[in-house]
């Protein structure tokens, strides 16, 4: 195509058409995301440090404030890592059923012990009332090294939900109460170090 053809090109002024598997309803910005997969559907640790290597290499996309160590945050979605999870869950003695039969909600909660147990007792309240059985709650670790003082102003105690089916949690081994949640953040490494910036939002994802 020639400059001259470009020029007298019209503009498109909206999104296509719904076509195929395109729907224009679906169109939302995004600034910087990467994908990483095994295209023959094998489960690697390998794929997690690829996105994670990719998270890094897409750090000059994120916006940031008058601190360096301070952004709009960014973090990797990923499949439910099963084996991961039931290891992490028997520490906090919760009992999961098998892959598919359950989910996990891990959601920022306030640093106030008497408030995070109000939210949890309604969180477990609202599963039951939808006829899921509630699993337990463990505290998600976190690395707050590289967090500036804008976001560790308002960084949150993390919790993860575990709720499954009535008919899974009949299924599964008992599971024992989890012990209370503490009164500050657990100490430890996990991809939240690479977050800079906390929100106030709950996240329901298959990320742990």
């Known amino acids: 195509m020639t400059a001259r053809e470009t020029d007298?090109?019209?503009?498109?002024a909206r999104p296509p058409g719904r076509q195929g598997l395109y729907d224009p309803a679906f169109e939302h910005?995004?600034?910087g995301v990467g994908f990483v997969v095994d295209i023959k559907g094998r489960k690697s640790h390998r794929i997690?440090?690829?996105a994670i290597e990719v998270l890094r290499n897409l750090d000059h996309r994120g916006a940031s404030g008058s601190e360096v160590n301070t952004g709009d945050g960014a973090g990797v979605l990923l499949q439910m890592p099963h084996r991961f999870l039931v290891g992490a869950c028997e520490q906090a003695h919760i009992a999961l059923p098998e892959p598919g039969h359950y989910g996990c909600a891990t959601i920022f909660m306030p640093k106030s012990l008497a408030k995070r147990r109000k939210l949890e007792?309604?969180?477990q309240q609202i599963v039951q009332s939808e006829g899921q059985a509630f699993l337990g709650w463990r505290t998600v670790p976190t690395c707050n090294r590289s967090l500036g003082e804008t976001a560790l102003a308002s960084e949150p105690v993390v919790r993860q939900a575990s709720n499954a089916s009535s008919m899974s949690s009949a299924s599964a081994p008992t599971t024992r109460s989890a012990p209370r949640p503490s009164t500050a953040p657990s100490s430890g490494t996990s991809a939240a170090c690479r977050s800079r910036r906390w929100s106030t939002r709950a996240c329901c994802s298959p990320s742990s």
């Open 8 to 12: 007298s090109a019209p503009l498109r």
């Open 48 to 50: 997690l440090a690829q």
């Open 121 to 123: 007792q309604r969180f």
């Open 29 to 31: 910005d995004a600034c």
